[in-house]
């Protein structure tokens, strides 16, 4: 058997005749089918036709993945008179992984109608896979057709049942197919018909795909931007929610989960199709695109994705693109799917100057060749060689905010990007990657009077040593973190310090009265350490990781992308989702460059 995607051929085995996926309104979807060598030999074109079943039956969806089905629902959520449609759930692994959140649902339906103590326990106590609680409702055979219900409260709708009886509409002839509204709710067909080449007739099996039932598109609130500089707190905003400003520039940083760590396993409480690539690299694009940052710096960019995806897609968008590849010494996956740092700016307002690769693995090189034995640079190379990486970029803005007292001057700026290694017992390790690029960009800032900025995912939370360095220029010598250190890697910790003047663009946030709508957004801050509660979100963790640093003598925060708040992302358990196709959130920040004096 061989595969043919109905726009490439793919030399890739299958068995069976069907399959079903997931269709999204408003995505495009391409789809793979099953022919037979025979059907290969006489292929001259596939004639595809797709179909929408029409049916005036309703049927139970699940609440937490809504392509599916739902088989079961929750008893407790029928008596406390929870809307109906939260109460189902396509499996008992789907019931139990979403009752974290589902219980606050009964914790306040208990509060409001504050019933008797023994009813509580009967409806809230007891919840777990095995059934408690939860009416099970088989959807096949005879089964299915029966109406469950509990006294007289009808439990499971009658209308959950085999299709019978159903009529299939054509809706439309081609390679690829983009679900509308009007199939939101319905299961599409699509069928491929091999025709030969002399006669024209039909040869072979006809090739039939079934898609699950199509669902509306997510569709999150758009995110504002929020003035946060005391000058320009009322300044106007333009139709796509900018301030008014030629003389300003825009900057976001995101960490884009990539691909190969996006699994079922990690990440079981998203649905399988919204963490599926080609449904989260297009909702990932469609709100990179819609930030309009003029500098976009992403983490976790697969090296295949940048190529075939990322690159030209923002192309389009009049993006130019620069990447650095993490390095493979300790990766042993597939080379295409080693993930790194991509840069993207935008032509219309800056120009490529020069550009620097930070890679640690080679300074962990002269690290050791300089200062361990070599009796032990095997072991000290075995934990400082972690493949990170770091992205520099000088661009010349092609705006001008100097004012008449600086005429013709070349604006530069210096963007780093970068993601720093995730393991939390190599906290050594992450200063010293943190601090060999501080390092890099002194060295820079030495050569040219240049505001800096630094992005990046640096997995490291407030008030960690590296967060200290960044933030404050020194890590305490009595800071926690400097007790692991068992290569001396780290001292003396004089040595811990740097002179760029860096603060973190979200920090305006924390202040009071910075500008309108800032309100929430404190409250969305910690206050002990000017930052945001959180950047990335998933089941087991949330906190900040995430960060944009610029060089405050020579730059000003004008303006700052509103934070979400967590209970948002809570109905959906956590980070990625159908909405947010990322465990980590976008910041962007707007920036003004400040006059320079002459010299």
């Not at 009071?512 to 409250?523: A, H, I, T």
């Amino acid at each position: 058997m061989l595969v043919i995607q109905l726009n490439e051929l793919m030399l890739h085995p299958l068995t069976g005749h069907h399959c079903t996926c997931t269709s999204v309104a408003g995505q495009v979807e391409t789809y793979k089918l099953v022919l037979s060598q025979f059907d290969m030999h006489h292929l001259v074109f596939g004639l595809v036709c797709r179909y929408r079943i029409q049916s005036d039956r309703k049927v139970a969806i699940c609440s937490v993945h809504p392509s599916e089905q739902a088989t079961l629902q929750c008893l407790g959520c029928v008596k406390a008179k929870i809307p109906v449609a939260k109460s189902y759930h396509c499996t008992p692994k789907c019931f139990s992984d979403a009752w974290q959140h589902h219980r606050v649902l009964h914790d306040r339906a208990a509060s409001a109608i504050n019933e008797n103590g023994n009813e509580e326990e009967e409806l809230y106590g007891r919840f777990n896979s095995s059934g408690s609680g939860v009416i099970n409702a088989s959807l096949s055979g005879s089964a299915s057709s029966a109406s469950l219900t509990n006294g007289s409260t009808p439990l499971y709708p009658a209308a959950v049942t085999q299709r019978s009886g159903e009529t299939w509409f054509e809706v439309g002839h081609s390679k690829t197919y983009t679900p509308s509204a009007d199939d939101i709710g319905h299961v599409l067909k699509f069928e491929c018909a091999v025709v030969d080449a002399e006669s024209k007739h039909h040869v072979g099996h006809t090739n039939t795909l079934l898609t699950s039932r199509v669902i509306p598109a997510p569709s999150p609130t758009p995110r504002r931007l929020i003035p946060v500089s005391g000058l320009d707190a009322m300044a106007p905003l333009d139709s796509d929610g900018r301030i008014a400003s030629s003389g300003t520039f825009t900057v976001l940083s995101y960490n884009i989960l990539s691909d190969v760590y996006a699994t079922n396993d990690t990440y079981s409480y998203c649905p399988s199709w919204a963490l599926s690539w080609p449904y989260r690299r297009q909702n990932l694009l469609r709100e990179i695109v819609g930030y309009r940052a003029d500098i976009v710096c992403l983490q976790e960019v697969q090296s295949d994705h940048y190529e075939e995806f990322f690159a030209p897609e923002l192309d389009k968008h009049g993006y130019q693109a620069l990447y650095k590849r993490k390095t493979n010494e300790v990766y042993n996956g597939n080379a295409h799917t080693i993930d790194g740092c991509a840069t993207f700016f935008r032509r219309d307002r800056f120009s490529h100057v020069k550009k620097y690769e930070v890679e640690f693995n080679k300074a962990a090189q002269s690290l050791t060749d300089a200062l361990v034995p070599n009796a032990q640079r095997k072991t000290a190379l075995n934990r400082l060689v972690k493949d990170n990486v770091a992205l520099i970029v000088v661009l010349e803005a092609k705006f001008s905010n100097q004012g008449a007292d600086n005429p013709g001057k070349r604006q530069l700026l210096c963007v780093a990007n970068t993601h720093i290694n995730v393991h939390q017992d190599l906290k050594d390790v992450k200063l010293w990657q943190v601090l060999t690029l501080l390092k890099g960009l002194e060295k820079i800032a030495a050569s040219a009077d240049i505001p800096m900025l630094v992005c990046g995912d640096f997995n490291s939370v407030p008030g960690s040593a590296p967060h200290s360095l960044l933030a404050m220029g020194k890590v305490d010598q009595l800071h926690p973190d400097l007790v692991v250190d068992p290569l001396g890697i780290l001292r003396p910790h004089s040595k811990l310090t740097h002179q760029l003047p860096l603060v973190s663009a979200y920090s305006p946030f924390a202040r009071v009265g910075v500008g309108l709508g800032s309100d929430p957004q404190r409250r969305r801050m910690d206050a002990t350490t000017n930052e945001p509660l959180f950047t990335n979100c998933t089941r087991d963790f949330i906190g900040t990781l995430d960060y944009i640093f610029y060089t405050a003598d020579s730059l000003t925060v004008e303006s700052l992308l509103e934070l979400l708040d967590e209970e948002s992302l809570r109905k959906d358990t956590a980070l990625p989702s159908p909405e947010w196709s990322s465990d980590h959130i976008a910041l962007l920040a707007e920036f003004r460059c400040k006059p320079r004096p002459r010299r």
